[in-house]
């Protein structure tokens, strides 16, 4: 079992940076890939991220390519999402989960979710 924490949600203007970060229990933390979802009001939720159990390898959105970053810290149990040059269209309620296996976009492949952080971004 795996439980998720995320943070660093918050409100900022366009063009401006935040960093999410989500927090793991358990002990088998280095052993799951690790994703970033975002959800907006209407609308499904989509893959934002999704890094390897290593680090070593990642994936991204087209929408966010170039303007955001996913890294993990296993010593820490926390995967990060650093997110740059930020527009109003990335504001969604955020989420990460996790899988215990390797990388993957779609929603349904993931085994464990954290209750989301919240950010909005501002013309």
């Known amino acids: 079992q795996v439980q998720l924490v995320e943070s660093g949600g918050g409100s900022v203007q366009a063009g401006g940076s935040l960093r999410l970060s989500c927090a793991a229990s358990?002990?088998?933390?280095?052993?799951?890939?690790m994703g970033w979802f975002r959800q907006a009001p209407g609308k499904e939720r989509e893959f934002v991220a999704a890094?390897?159990?290593?680090?070593?390898?990642?994936l991204y959105a087209d929408s966010v390519k170039g303007r955001f970053t996913i890294s993990r810290d296993n010593a820490k149990n926390t995967v990060y999402l650093q997110m740059n040059s930020l527009k109003p269209e990335d504001t969604a309620a955020y989420y990460c989960?996790?899988?215990?296996?390797?990388?993957?976009?779609?929603?349904?492949?993931?085994?464990?979710w954290g209750q989301g952080t919240q950010v909005t971004v501002s013309s």
């Open positions: 989960a996790a899988r215990r296996s390797g990388l993957g976009r779609a929603v349904y492949l993931y085994d464990y």
């Open positions: 358990g002990r088998t933390f280095s052993s799951y890939a």
């Open positions: 890094i390897s159990w290593s680090g070593g390898n990642t």
